[in-house]
C-alpha cells in the first residue's frame, strides 16, 4: 500500500499539466489619467514553459478634464471635473516562461479578448481587448508591465504596471 502512495505522489508531483491562476492588482496609464485594476486569469501551466487560462477584471482610468464649450444659441459653458472611465476585460490570458527556475521565472505575457465598457465616457464602448508585456514570478507572487489597448473604431492606449499572486502547482 505504502508503494501505491509513493508512486501516486510521485505521478502527480511530475504531471505535464498543472492547475494555475493569478489575482493581480496594478494601475493602467496614460498621457492624461491613470487608474487601478484587478485581475483574475484561471487555467494551466503546461509543461513548465507555457501558460493558457481564462482572464476577467476590472479597469479603470481617471481624467481631470477642465474645458469650455458654445451652444449653438451662442451661450457658453465651463466643465471641469474628473471623468470616469471603467471597463470589463473577458479574454484568453498566454505566457510563455523562458526558463525553468524554481524561485525566478520570467515570462512574456498575452491577454486577448473582449471589453466592455462602464462609467462616464466607455458606457455602451464595447470591442475587441489586446495587452503585450513582460514579467516575472517569484516564488508565488508575480510581477508585469506592459501595454494595454482596446480597439474600437480606433485605439485607446495604455500601459500597465501589475503585482499579484499565483496559486496552484
Known amino acids: 500500500m505504502q508503494n501505491l502512495m509513493t508512486s501516486s505522489n510521485r505521478l502527480s508531483d511530475n504531471s505535464k499539466i498543472k492547475f494555475q491562476g493569478y489575482a493581480t492588482l ?14 483574475v486569469s484561471v487555467g494551466t501551466k503546461i509543461y513548465e514553459h507555457f501558460y493558457i487560462g481564462a482572464e476577467t477584471g476590472f479597469h479603470s482610468l481617471l481624467t481631470h478634464v477642465d474645458y469650455e464649450y458654445t451652444h449653438s444659441d451662442g451661450s457658453w459653458r465651463h ?3 474628473t471623468l470616469f472611465e471603467g471597463y470589463i476585460p473577458l479574454g484568453v490570458n498566454m505566457k510563455g516562461y523562458i526558463t525553468k527556475n524554481k524561485i525566478i521565472n520570467p515570462y512574456i505575457n498575452c491577454s486577448l479578448g473582449g471589453f466592455f465598457g462602464v462609467g462616464d465616457a466607455m458606457r455602451g ?11 516575472f514570478d517569484i516564488k ?4 508585469g508591465i506592459g501595454y494595454s489597448g482596446l480597439v474600437k473604431y480606433g485605439t485607446a492606449s495604455c500601459g500597465y504596471i501589475k503585482l499579484g499572486v499565483r496559486f496552484g502547482k
Open 79 to 81: 466643465v471641469e471635473g
Open 26 to 39: 496594478g494601475c493602467i496609464f496614460n498621457s492624461i489619467g491613470g487608474g487601478p485594476t484587478l485581475d
Open 140 to 143: 508565488h507572487f508575480t510581477f
Open 125 to 135: 464602448f464595447n470591442g475587441f481587448y489586446c495587452q503585450a508585456g513582460a514579467g
